[in-house]
């Protein structure tokens, strides 16, 4: 599962993480790792980034039309369960973000390996997850 880190830097115009991002994409887009997920939560946590960084709504728009037709790239929906476990990892973990618990939820639910792909150390904490550096990939 590939979390919010790669996904933004991929759309955004400069990032620390571009370069590595966008060969990510093009990795995923030529079916290098079969089917990659990401929760549908990226979305939503793009929005208020985006809105944050003074992104207009159309712009937004072009960027979740980007990720959305990346080939490979499977979004998840979220769930009751998805939530219920999102809402325990934060209590049990101590995660202070909503995105970030959703994520480990989800990986934790849905991808059948379990695993993260992000520069976030926050999923090295939840027992069951293995988080992924874009950066050795």
């Not at 990401?38 to 960027?63: F, K, N, P, Q, W």
Request: hydrophobic share 40%.
């Amino acid at each position: 599962m590939v979390e919010t880190d790669i996904l933004y830097a991929y759309v955004k115009k400069e990032d620390w993480l571009k370069k590595v991002a966008r060969s990510l994409i093009l990795k995923i887009e030529k079916g290098e790792f079969e089917k990659v997920y990401a929760s549908r939560e990226a979305l939503h946590e793009m929005y208020y980034v985006s809105r944050e960084e003074g992104v207009s709504v159309d712009e937004y728009i072009s960027r979740v039309v980007a990720l959305t037709n990346i080939k490979n790239l499977v979004f998840l929906e979220t769930t009751h369960e998805i939530d219920l476990l999102a809402l325990t990892l934060m209590k049990q973990y101590g995660l202070e973000s909503i995105f970030d618990a959703y994520y480990a939820a989800t990986a934790l639910n849905q991808v059948p390996d379990h695993s993260i792909i992000s520069t976030d150390t926050v999923f090295d904490r939840i027992p069951g997850i293995t988080r992924i550096d874009p950066r050795e990939i």
